[in-house]
């Protein structure tokens, strides 16, 4: 899952960052609405959590953007204030969810998982294939029975490919969903990847190369 965390405060924003980063999710970061409508020119995020008080251009203004802009990306918004005025005019605005501020990272990471799921197909709770099973919610992953010893992005890249079904998945479009801004496109990262996750799976191999067109299940 790709998000983008708006947020003008740099120890909090970086702290949601890290923690969604250990949830498996690829994670940028801005800090002004100006910032955050100019990634969404060049990304297509899953999600964005969308502080409402920001400088430069008001998460107000950056709401009511995205939804002319008719994206998919789908908007949870923080604020200060938990009212229940607050709360229904943000969402009047085009917001998906939205949470007031303190808040526990495991209800902020529930909530982008819910509103990511609007945003495509329902796909089934557990994902399997053949003895391969993943679960998603509980960030689990088993073959044969066995529980699999993934990393985040290993873990990450397995979801991709089996929510993908049988579709040739390229090394791009796993970059740009796996992955997030800091990661470097001309390096081997996605091959690096691959090789130690399918070093995990065993045998029989789940994961074919197409060549030159990328990955499948």
Not at 104 to 132: F, K, M, T, W
Not at 150 to 157: C, G, Q, T
Not at 160 to 171: I, K
């Amino acid at each position: 899952m790709r998000v983008l965390v708006v947020e003008d405060q740099p120890d909090l924003a970086n702290s949601v960052a890290r923690v969604l980063r250990r949830e498996g999710m690829a994670v940028d970061v801005a800090y002004d609405g100006g910032s955050a409508l100019e990634r969404t020119t060049v990304v297509e995020y899953d999600v964005i959590v969308l502080d409402r008080d920001l400088p430069v251009v008001h998460g107000d203004d950056v709401c009511r953007t995205l939804v002319n802009r008719g994206t998919l990306t789908r908007v949870l918004m923080l604020t200060a204030s938990g009212t229940l005025a607050e709360r229904v005019e943000g969402l009047n605005l085009g917001a998906d969810d939205y949470l007031p501020k303190p808040f526990a990272y495991a209800e902020l990471v529930a909530r982008i998982r819910a509103v990511s799921r609007r945003s495509r197909p329902a796909a089934p709770p557990v994902l399997v294939h053949g003895d391969l099973r993943l679960d998603p919610a509980q960030r689990t992953a088993t073959r044969a029975g066995g529980r699999l010893s993934l990393s985040p992005k290993e873990f990450a890249v397995l979801e991709y490919l089996l929510s993908c079904g049988s579709r040739v998945v390229s090394a791009e479009e796993l970059l740009d969903r796996v992955w997030d801004e800091a990661a470097d496109p001309f390096t081997t990262t996605v091959k690096a990847t691959m090789n130690r996750l399918r070093a995990k799976l065993g045998d029989p191999p789940v994961i074919e190369t197409v060549p030159r067109a990328g990955y499948r299940i």
